[in-house]
């Protein structure tokens, strides 16, 4: 399984950006997915998942009502639309495949991991 997250920038606070996850290879497996993040000096954190079905997805409270996660199972690929950007969500964000169809919180609950995309918001 490959993943190739893409759609990072350079955007003011306030903006939107909208991040791009594709997978290839195994690509029958129903699994749900997620996005982590990893700011400068600090641990990767949990931002969002959503199941294979995308009926059920979770947020961290830090980007809950600002961000959405969604997916095109025929595309093989899921999105992370960030709104209201604030400096504090400047980081690599990285798409990952989980163990399963539902969806995870955890790093642990994830099997494949994507590159990453570099987000920056300046103030």
């Known amino acids: 399984v490959q993943l190739q997250a893409s759609g990072g920038g350079l955007v003011q606070a306030g903006g939107s950006l909208k991040l791009s996850c594709a997978r290839s290879?195994?690509?029958?497996?129903?699994?749900?997915m997620g996005w982590f993040r990893q700011a400068p000096g600090k641990e990767r954190e949990f931002v969002a998942a959503?199941?294979?079905?995308?009926?059920?997805?979770y947020y961290a409270d830090s980007v809950k009502g600002r961000f959405t996660i969604s997916r095109d199972n025929a595309k093989n690929t899921v999105y992370l639309q960030m709104n209201s950007l604030k400096p504090e969500d400047t980081a690599v964000y990285y798409c990952?495949?989980?163990?399963?169809?539902?969806?995870?919180?955890?790093?642990?609950?994830?099997?494949?991991w994507g590159q990453g995309t570099e987000v920056t918001v300046s103030s």
């Open positions: 990952a495949t989980a163990i399963g169809s539902s969806y995870y919180i955890t790093e642990y609950d994830y099997a494949y």
């Open positions: 290879g195994n690509t029958f497996s129903r699994v749900g």
């Open positions: 959503i199941s294979w079905s995308g009926d059920t997805t």
